[in-house]
């Protein structure tokens, strides 16, 4: 029976038909239509839908297999969420290379999506870890996908491939060291983008991880101006150590109307920007906090309303970034419409492992607008003229209107891959920037 369906974003909704998966050696149920994995659901647009078809829901392969101490060498199902393994692997000594800002995702999406972390200028993408992928296909054959033989693509195809290769069943993941579960973490404030991009250029060798928050809404000379936060792992005694954070918050119900609203947005982004008296602030953080802010508020996306929120994330090459980050804030801050999660970084030179990987060399900019209805849609159109000029790209976990010119601009592999998707597997995203 087909039943509603939504991302993160809670935007678009539509209807499809859902099969849960519980064992990784079986075949793949029947199905009607088109078929499309799904994970944890923590995709914001409809890369994660299959609008009138089929989601095979792996959540339920959420097995360990096999994990070896010394290496820290994972293998697991690919339902399994990065918040298990971090349970798992943290007090042993072992945390993940790459994680993006929640650990509510599972391994099969992070390596559908190839995300990215704050640690990119240093270790690349997600995909540059997984060791061994199994793919199985809708007519019941199962690959084996490695990073060293794949000459006839399919890691590449599978790594950002958004699932339509087929589903992977399991993966092997190369953990890296850690000294515990405490950072030193030191916070910024800094008045303008040409600050931000000095402080990025200054922590590229000397800090594992690096971000920045900005807000959106400033203009004149104060425009881009915002937190920079570096980071990197630190050995601390018992008596140092900075204790796991307590159960957070919650938003128990969706508000009639989105709280992230013209009202709201301009003085919280003030305060936030104001928040940190000292300009350079260097603090103890348990690991938690510091790479997954949002997890500490669970089901924060209602805050949005009923109508949900459009994520809007982009990359810019180098050459063009300074000018197009300072073009689209001009812009933003022109319509009122911002954001209070707006989040910049620089990425580093590593090419992505994969065929339709977004990360690549440049600046990347994310930021979460209210769905206002058109003229939300009118703002981003006239972002995506800024991006395409820029000769940028938008990423496509995080999309939910990109124009199929622009997709096919930005990922010109697209072609290449087609020839790697499963016949029966579909999404809502693929129909739209294909067809």
């Known amino acids: 029976m087909a039943r509603p369906g939504q991302s993160w974003g809670r935007y678009p909704r539509v209807a499809q038909t859902v099969v849960g998966l519980v064992d990784r050696a079986a075949a793949l149920p029947d199905f009607t239509?088109?078929?499309?994995?799904?994970?944890?659901?923590?995709?914001?647009?409809?890369?994660?839908?299959?609008?009138?078809?089929?989601?095979?829901?792996a959540r339920g392969l959420d097995r360990f297999i096999d994990f070896d101490r010394a290496s820290g060498v994972l293998r697991c199902e690919a339902g399994v969420t990065l918040a298990e393994i971090i349970d798992l692997v943290l007090p042993q000594g072992w945390f993940l290379p790459v994680t993006p800002g929640t650990r509510h995702v599972t391994v099969g999406g992070a390596i559908a999506n190839d995300v990215h972390g704050k640690n990119h200028h240093r270790t690349g993408s997600f995909g540059h870890h997984v060791r061994q992928l199994e793919l199985l296909r809708s007519d019941g054959?199962?690959?084996?996908?490695?990073?060293?033989?794949?000459?006839?693509?399919?890691?590449?195809?599978?790594?950002?491939?958004?699932?339509?290769?087929?589903?992977?069943?399991?993966?092997?993941?190369?953990?890296?060291?850690?000294?515990?579960?405490?950072?030193?973490?030191?916070?910024?404030?800094?008045?303008?983008?040409?600050?931000?991009?000095?402080?990025?250029?200054?922590?590229?060798?000397?800090?594992?991880y690096s971000v920045a928050w900005i807000d959106c809404?400033?203009?004149?000379?104060?425009?881009?101006?915002?937190?920079?936060?570096?980071?990197d792992h630190a050995a601390q005694s018992a008596g140092e150590r900075p204790g796991a954070p307590s159960k957070?918050?919650?938003?128990?119900?969706?508000?009639?109307?989105?709280?992230?609203?013209?009202?709201?947005?301009?003085?919280?982004?003030?305060?936030?920007?104001?928040?940190?008296?000292?300009?350079?602030?260097?603090?103890?953080?348990?690991?938690?906090?510091?790479f997954y802010p949002l997890?500490?508020?669970?089901?924060?996306?209602?805050?949005?309303?009923?109508?949900?929120?459009?994520?809007?994330?982009?990359?810019?090459?180098?050459?063009?970034?300074?000018?197009?980050?300072?073009?689209?804030?001009?812009?933003?801050s022109r319509s009122g419409s911002g954001s209070f999660l707006a989040v910049l970084k620089e990425f580093g030179d590593?090419?992505?492992p994969g065929m339709l990987s977004f990360p690549r060399p440049g600046t990347t900019l994310a930021l979460d607008f209210p769905n206002t209805g058109p003229a939300v849609?009118?703002?981003?159109?006239?972002?995506?003229?800024?991006?395409?000029?820029?000769?940028?790209?938008?990423?496509?976990?995080?999309?939910?209107?990109?124009?199929?010119?622009?997709?096919?601009?930005?990922?010109?592999?697209?072609?290449?891959?087609?020839?790697?998707?499963?016949?029966r597997f579909s999404s809502g995203f693929w129909r739209r920037v294909t067809e």
């Not at 990073?147 to 950002?160: H, I, R, S």
């Not at 159109?381 to 930005?410: C, H, N, T, W």
């Open 217 to 231: 809404l400033s203009s004149g000379k104060s425009r881009g101006r915002g937190h920079f936060t570096r980071a």
């Open 248 to 290: 957070g918050l919650a938003i128990p119900f969706t508000p009639p109307v989105s709280l992230v609203n013209k009202l709201t947005l301009r003085p919280f982004n003030a305060l936030y920007y104001w928040r940190q008296p000292a300009r350079h602030k260097r603090v103890a953080s348990h690991l938690l906090p510091f």
């Open 350 to 352: 590593r090419a992505s």
């Open 141 to 208: 054959t199962r690959r084996t996908c490695k990073p060293d033989d794949d000459a006839k693509g399919w890691f590449g195809a599978t790594v950002g491939g958004l699932g339509l290769t087929g589903l992977i069943t399991e993966a092997e993941l190369q953990l890296r060291r850690v000294p515990g579960p405490a950072l030193e973490v030191e916070n910024i404030r800094f008045g303008s983008l040409d600050e931000f991009f000095a402080l990025s250029r200054a922590s590229v060798d000397s800090h594992e």
């Open 33 to 57: 239509g088109s078929a499309l994995p799904h994970g944890n659901g923590r995709s914001y647009g409809d890369s994660c839908l299959n609008p009138q078809g089929t989601l095979l829901h």
């Open 377 to 423: 849609f009118r703002l981003l159109d006239r972002l995506d003229r800024i991006v395409d000029e820029a000769g940028g790209a938008l990423y496509p976990a995080k999309d939910a209107r990109m124009s199929a010119a622009s997709f096919q601009r930005a990922y010109p592999k697209w072609k290449t891959f087609n020839a790697f998707i499963d016949p």
């Open 295 to 332: 997890d500490g508020i669970a089901h924060w996306n209602r805050m949005y309303g009923p109508a949900g929120f459009l994520q809007y994330q982009c990359a810019l090459p180098p050459a063009n970034a300074s000018a197009g980050v300072d073009a689209l804030l001009q812009e933003i």
